[in-house]
């Protein structure tokens, strides 16, 4: 190779929002002229570039360029040692590049930012604050927490008094304020207050300043102001009905009281008073010739609803337990999974059989196709086909008949499953056969045979 480079090896120590530059040294020892670019890798490569980009040189010349370095105030620059990578390239044919190697070192920055929310809070007992601590610079940092009130009215509280804080995060702290005396009723108290976030430095590092925010609690009345005025209306207005009551209501109901007890109600009373007694002395009682008679005659009618029908009183319905006859009919429900292999001819399972001596009442079918096959689906009673589907028209269906579909004593519902293309799951393996389901909902009572 004809070009020979060489990159300064002194110590470079570059700041984050600073600038370093290092030298380079390219010499041709050819004989024709050599034209070569400048390359920067590595971790430095984002903020590393080459002034001039390329170099042409006259054999036995020797041309210098400069690496500046510029990394940027940012906590996504790693402080430290980094490596740093030059590639210089030959442009004519058959040139090999010259890498150089070397490392630089990054400096440590911290910058710190803090924010109240809300920065203003209000309430009867206590008011709650959220601090929102966020570190921007490139290495972790220390914040200690302290808050002080403009007066002594208050009681400030941090949870936590200190956070730990990566580089490029934020950390939260509660701050609550709560004032040193209650306030019953009066005009709303404002406690001023500030929160000091300061960073704590390590020895040998820069002191950082401290960031303050400011932020305000007003402390209410815990007996709002409408209150007295409220209670005060609600005084008056029960005196008002009271008043009423005394006044008009009370007079005219003792007046209409006195109006209802004339001569003839209280002889109508008295002709009642003396009825009553009449009739408990006498236990043959007036009409009837024959007291036992009489007596057993009004037990009878008492006891015995007209015309002797029983049925109608409470309690008289049907008794029959649940599925039997005259009972009710109960629900029941059935699943069943079908898997069938393409080309195989159709696959069949049997997914309910009806019990003897009753009947079911198919009033829900759900059929899923999770894996997305292709084919056919048939469900169908030993009366005839129920569905005919299409696979690739369907994931999940599902059918709901407001009149149901009767299957009799010992019937069977089916279904069969024709496998044409086996379907593919998503970000899953693909299944080797295709794989269906069924569900059937409905009622299951006792048929009229049974009942019989």
Not at 22 to 40: D, M, W
Request: hydrophobic content about 35%.
């Amino acid at each position: 190779m004809s070009l020979s480079a060489s990159l300064d090896e002194s110590s470079v120590t570059v700041e984050p929002g600073g600038r370093a530059d290092l030298p380079v040294q390219v010499l041709n020892s050819g004989t024709i002229v050599e034209e070569c670019r400048f390359e920067v890798v590595g971790p430095c490569a984002d903020w590393a570039t080459v002034e001039p980009e390329s170099l042409s040189l006259y054999p036995g010349a020797t041309g210098s360029a400069t690496v500046r370095l510029h990394p940027p105030r940012t906590s996504q620059v790693a402080p430290g040692e980094t490596p740093l990578g030059l590639r210089v390239v030959p442009t004519s044919d058959g040139g090999e590049p010259a890498v150089l190697e070397r490392t630089v070192t990054v400096g440590q920055f911290t910058e710190t930012t803090a924010e109240l929310v809300p920065p203003g809070s209000s309430g009867a007992w206590r008011g709650r604050h959220r601090l929102a601590v966020d570190s921007r610079g490139n290495t972790p940092v220390t914040i200690a927490l302290s808050a002080r009130g403009a007066t002594e009215r208050s009681r400030l509280a941090l949870d936590p008094a200190e956070l730990e804080i990566p580089p490029g995060q934020a950390k939260f702290a509660t701050l609550t304020v709560r004032p040193a005396k209650r306030l019953w009723r009066g005009t709303p108290i404002t406690h001023p207050f500030q929160v000091t976030v300061a960073p704590r430095v390590e020895e040998g590092q820069e002191p950082q300043q401290p960031v303050i925010v400011d932020g305000s609690y007003e402390q209410q009345a815990v007996l709002p102001r409408w209150l007295p005025r409220v209670l005060m209306v609600a005084v008056l207005v029960a005196a008002a009905l009271v008043g009423l009551w005394y006044s008009v209501l009370r007079p005219a109901v003792r007046s209409a009281a006195r109006e209802a007890i004339t001569p003839a109600v209280v002889e109508s009373a008295a002709r009642q008073g003396d009825a009553e007694a009449n009739g408990g002395g006498n236990g043959k009682g007036e009409g009837a010739p024959d007291g036992g008679k009489g007596g057993s005659a009004g037990s009878g009618d008492a006891s015995a609803a007209p015309g002797g029908d029983t049925s109608s009183a409470p309690g008289g319905g049907a008794t029959g337990k649940p599925g039997e006859p005259g009972g009710p009919a109960l629900p029941k429900s059935a699943r069943v999974q079908v898997q069938s292999a393409v080309g195989g001819g159709a696959t069949r399972r049997t997914a309910y059989t009806v019990p003897k001596g009753k009947t079911f009442e198919l009033t829900d079918i759900v059929v899923q196709n999770p894996q997305g096959d292709a084919g056919t689906l048939v469900i169908a009673a030993d009366d005839g086909q129920l569905l005919n589907l299409a696979l690739e028209n369907f994931r999940d269906s599902d059918y709901h008949f407001v009149t149901p579909i009767e299957v009799p004593s010992g019937g069977r519902i089916t279904i069969a499953v024709s496998c044409r293309q086996v379907g593919k799951p998503v970000k899953a393996p693909a299944p080797s056969r295709c794989s269906e389901s069924l569900f059937l909902g409905g009622k299951i009572s006792a048929n009229g045979e049974a009942e019989g």
